[in-house]
């Protein structure tokens, strides 16, 4: 059974593609490389024994999606594409708005296409949301049915991308959509040959650590002390990517099983500050990561965690592995790939 992985070259498009075949699917990537390399395709054919079918194009190009999804004939579309650092979607929202939400567009457009000319199946898409729905939590852990609020383009775009589903379900009764809202991915498959890999100057906490522990960088700059948390830092539910690549395969198999649509968090359900990954990092990597304090970033929130029990109700997933682990990991991926990619 095939399943089509738009963005399937990038960071977790790429994990869960290693963990469908390992669940007997049969993962198609499609992929325009904006922010991936054409070297993770052989990468992939290490880790799993095989060559997986490959699409290079852009996601927004309606009727070459359609000729994709004709010649394939998917059981099922996981959308991970689209544009992703929050810092720059604040300086270049059409950017995103046109990326994120074009592509999400252009993608279920092509599916309906697809779908009345053979109406035999039904179309079933996994989307990739983001805690980020949630903007400033009240309180955590954070439920499905918190309010939902943006703070920038980025996210405002996942929210977008969301009503569009909501108001297509309900249009369209055959659609099957799992919307999936991740907390804070990390981590790298165990060969070491599959991982994170930033362009320029990392936004995001674990990438820029490894970055230290290997000296590529001289310091972390930990932003903001003074939170109301237990040590003054931020707060984050970190998950493993390899058990967000499970909760993938979970929801796809719920969505052809069941056929009910839904939305679930994926996270742990524990938080650990900043301070808590920068020990367990040196821990994993027996290297030092010095730090300075600064002052706090614009737009972070103090604390946010997820309350994982719905993914654990409908889906039968959770997460298995610690933040020790995800530091090993992802370190084994740093230490062996210290410019990512490109060699
Ligand atoms: P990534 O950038 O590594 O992967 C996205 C992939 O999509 C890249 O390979 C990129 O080349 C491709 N792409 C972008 N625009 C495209 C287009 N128009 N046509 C074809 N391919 C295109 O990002 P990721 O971390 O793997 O994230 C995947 C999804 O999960 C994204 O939608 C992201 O917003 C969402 N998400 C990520 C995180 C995170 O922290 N990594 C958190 C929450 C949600
Ligand atoms: N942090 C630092 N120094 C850094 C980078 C981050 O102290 O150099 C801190 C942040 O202030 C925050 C924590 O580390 O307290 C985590 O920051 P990240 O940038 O790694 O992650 P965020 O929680 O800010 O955001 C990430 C993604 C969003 C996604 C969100 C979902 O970047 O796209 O997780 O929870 F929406």
Redesign the pocket.
Known sequence: MKVLLTGGAGYIGSHTAVALIEAGFEPVLLDNFANSHPVVLDRLARITGQTMPFEQGDVLDTPWVEDVLRRHRPVGVIHFAGD???GESVALPLKYFHNNIGGAVSLLRAMEAVHAQDPSTAPTLVFSS???VYGDPATVPITEDFPRSHTNP??HS?LVIEDMLTALCAARPAWRVGTLR???PVGAHPSGLIGEDPAGI?????P?VAQVAVGQREH?????NDYPTPDG?????YIHVQDLAAGHVAAIQALLSRGESFTVNLGTGSGHS?LD?VRAFEKASGRPVPYRI?P??AG??AQ?WADPARASRLLGWQAKLTLDQMCADAWRWQSANPNGYKG
């Open positions: 992703k650092a929050v983001s805690a980020t980025y996210g996942k991740y907390f804070n990392p936004n995001n906490l674990m820029y972390l700059n930990v932003y903001g830092t931020g707060v984050r539910d900043v990954v600064a706090r970033r972070d929130v946010c």
